[in-house]
């Protein structure tokens, strides 16, 4: 069975930094896209970042230039650095990968969420 397990989150104040960190395991035969995914209290799930198995990022419009997403091939593992953070950057952020088990179908698995607080 495949789990994704978040860390790295807690209360940061502005315009402080936190690195967030995703590992898949379990019975993993590949990975297409890693991202992660932030929601506000009421509002809708957001996508914040995104990384091909090649490497190749997208970001959210609000979130270029400040955070980085990136990811280790070998530890099935997608980072988050989140830099100059503001109180909007306040969410639930939860990972999420493009990933197929051995002997079954592409799917998309979700981590557990990790609290992100920023706040004086």
């Known amino acids: 069975q495949v789990q994704l397990v978040e860390s790295g989150g807690g209360l940061v104040q502005p315009g402080g930094s936190l690195r967030l960190s995703c590992a898949a395991s379990?019975?993993?035969?590949?990975?297409?896209?890693m991202a992660w995914h932030r929601q506000a209290p009421g509002k809708q799930r957001e996508l914040v970042a995104a990384?091909?198995?090649?490497?190749?990022?997208r970001y959210e419009d609000s979130v270029k230039g400040r955070f980085t997403i990136s990811r280790d091939n070998a530890k099935n593992t997608v980072y988050l650095q989140m830099n100059n953070l503001q109180h909007g950057d306040t969410a639930v952020y939860y990972c999420?990968?493009?990933?197929?088990?051995?002997?079954?179908?592409?799917?998309?698995?979700w981590g557990q969420g990790t609290q992100v607080t920023v706040s004086s």
């Open positions: 999420h990968a493009d990933l197929r088990e051995r002997g079954r179908n592409w799917d998309d698995y």
């Open positions: 379990g019975n993993i035969f590949s990975i297409n896209v």
């Open positions: 990384v091909s198995s090649g490497g190749s990022p």
